[in-house]
């Protein structure tokens, strides 16, 4: 009876060193993909400097409205602001400022123009509920741009990182619990 305890014993060790071992795997390439996708994009924001927006203006654009140039047919919400001192455009994301330098902030649906619309004129709503805002600049002088929302900011950072340090954490806790049984072991057997 003792050897086939031993035995399972070894075996739910050995079991309990892949699992241990496989999330330390797991974290390393999770903390390998971050480093090459994330990382970069939190170095590379340069919307750092936290500061107080005051609204000067909302407007809807429809298509027409803009500037002549072929755009998506959708409801473009440009809203400007007061930031540091100086006019500037408010942009709700990296992202938006990127996909169109034309709208402050773009609808998440854009199948539906009348659910676009409507979602467009709840937000300008909330803006001018809340006039004065935080915002995200940059330290540039001549950027005359403003964020609602970091997208690559720390926090996102942090909660991007949360995991894979959970998983290391617990996979190291694994393999040393099972060395400790295994020491353990060998010592009540030695007496």
Known sequence: MGKKLVMAQRRGETRALCLGVAMVVGAVITYYILGTTVLPLYQ?????????????ETNIRDQEELEGKRVPQYPCLWVNVSSVGRWAVLYHTEDTRDQNHQCSYIPSSLDNYQVARADVEKVRARFHENQDFFC????LENETSVLYRRLYGPQSLLFSLFWPTFLLTGGLLIIVMVKINQSLSILAAQR
């Not at 924001?45 to 000067?56: A, F, G, N, P, R």
């Open 136 to 139: 995200f600049s940059t330290t």
């Open 44 to 56: 590379k924001s340069v919307w750092t400097q936290e500061s107080t927006c005051h609204l000067i």
